[in-house]
């Protein structure tokens, strides 16, 4: 029973089905069409063409210009059977009583081809029954010349011939179809139990090619996805194995009698920062998970967008001062509406980045200009980031400068341009060797 479902269940065999149902159906119609119609025009054609027929030989028999035999012999050439009997009986019809009235009026006796109820002998499909010189004649159609019966082949072959070419080259075509199909189908397969390496061989054009082009695109994608899980996965072993490891280890030390008061200070320290480091990690994973979660900002509310990023500004006051860095601020006032909270993360991020990686003595320049949308820039002249780390600066745990791998988690810029994304914008970065960074954000 399982293999005759997983039989019928084939698109293959559907298809196969469905076509040779719609084919026989579309010739099967005319077919009838052309039997109701054309039929009964054949055999009344027929039916007359006996009768005339009939009354010829009647005509030449009574004028004495020919015997019987001979005239039946003349007209069996005509595509007619003649069969002469001496009597009714020979000629093998029952006859009813309307029957042999018809004859004892009229001397002819014929039968049309249609149904009659009344009739007796309906195993005879067309006939002419007739009297002559006290002989009986009965003149039926040939059988090798019966229209009737050669238009009925020719309507039998008119369905089964099509139908059959046809359903071979329906079969041809079909797997001609699922060939690509059952190749994709396999391939799939392969995907699904892990192997990404899978690719198809693009084949011709139309659907198939763009299915198969699609399938090769889906398999990339997923590889990738696929990489960036394990890669995400590695990174978050590592991001918090390293201060585990830290902590562990120090607080081992810790248990030696021989440290001295400071030592063992320093390395509470250590352990404090490292457990923050770990903290502030967790609550980044939270907050990307959050965000990676969130299809749009649902809660928004208008305030202005120039003071909140003042407002960052001041906050990292003691940062930028600490290192005689000065700024050049132009802000324009823009009411903006969106989740204040989260947009206040962004600026923080980016300014704090601009402060951390721009040298002492050195300059900031931030933005915000009302255009189309509402355009932020931070722009320093620091040391500024090389083509590929412009191009990994927004990954996740990414960090440009290894030399300052313990600050920061690698998720500040991923969770700033989510955020963006979110708001229906976007963060972009351009950046040049000892050039410095820019940083832009727009919100529509």
Request: a negative charge; zero cysteines; aromatic letters at 8%.
């Amino acid at each position: 029973m399982s293999k005759l479902k997983k039989i019928f269940g084939s698109v293959y065999i559907r298809f196969l089905a469905i076509f040779i149902g719609v084919f026989f159906v579309s010739i099967l119609i005319p077919a009838l069409g052309a039997n109701v119609t054309r039929a009964p025009e054949i055999k009344r054609d027929t039916h007359l063409s006996m009768t005339e027929t009939a009354r010829k030989i009647k005509e030449l028999t009574d004028n004495h210009e020919m015997s019987l035999e001979e005239a039946a012999e003349f007209f069996s050439d005509k595509g007619v059977n003649i069969k002469i009997s001496s009597s009714l009986d020979e000629i093998g019809i029952p006859l009813n009583d309307k029957d042999k009235s018809l004859l004892e009026k009229t001397g002819m006796l014929s039968k049309d081809g249609f149904p009659d109820r009344n009739r007796q002998h309906d195993e005879f499909e067309l006939f002419v029954l007739f009297e002559v010189q006290e002989k009986w004649v009965m003149i039926t159609p040939d059988g090798q010349h019966d229209p009737v019966a050669s238009f009925r082949q020719s309507q039998i072959l008119f369905v089964l011939v099509p139908l059959v070419l046809g359903t071979v080259l329906i079969i041809l075509a079909s797997i001609t179809v699922a060939k690509p199909v059952k190749e994709i189908s396999k391939a799939s397969q392969k995907v699904a139990k892990g192997d990404f390496s899978v690719r198809l061989k693009p084949k011709g054009s139309g659907e198939i090619r763009e299915l198969a082009d699609n399938f090769n695109s889906m398999v990339e994608e997923l590889s990738a996805n696929e990489y960036l899980h394990k890669e995400f996965v590695s990174n978050v072993s590592h991001e918090f194995g390293t201060p585990i490891t830290s902590i562990q280890g120090y607080a081992k030390l810790m248990k030696r009698d021989s440290l001295t008061a400071e030592q063992r200070a320093e390395y509470a320290e250590i352990i404090i920062s490292e457990s923050a480091r770990l903290s502030r990690l967790s609550s980044d994973l939270l907050k990307l998970s959050e965000l990676e979660n969130k299809g749009s900002i649902s809660e928004r509310t208008e305030f202005s967008l120039d003071e909140q990023v003042r407002s960052v500004i001041i906050l990292l006051q003691h940062s930028w001062e600490s290192k005689n860095i000065s700024l050049d601020i132009n802000l324009d006032k823009i009411k903006y509406s969106g989740d204040e909270a989260l947009l206040y993360q962004v600026w923080v991020n980016l300014i704090s980045n601009a402060v951390r990686y721009t040298d002492k003595d050195g300059e900031i320049r931030i933005t915000l200009e009302k255009k189309d949308a509402a355009v932020f820039t931070v722009s320093d002249n620091g040391k500024g980031m090389t083509e590929e780390e412009t191009k990994n600066v927004f990954r996740r745990f990414y960090k440009a400068d290894k030399s300052r791998n313990s600050e920061g988690t690698g998720l500040g810029l991923a969770i700033a341009r989510k955020i963006a994304l979110l708001h229906g914008g976007d963060i972009t970065v351009s950046s040049k060797e000892s050039s410095g960074t820019t940083f832009t954000v727009k919100l529509p």
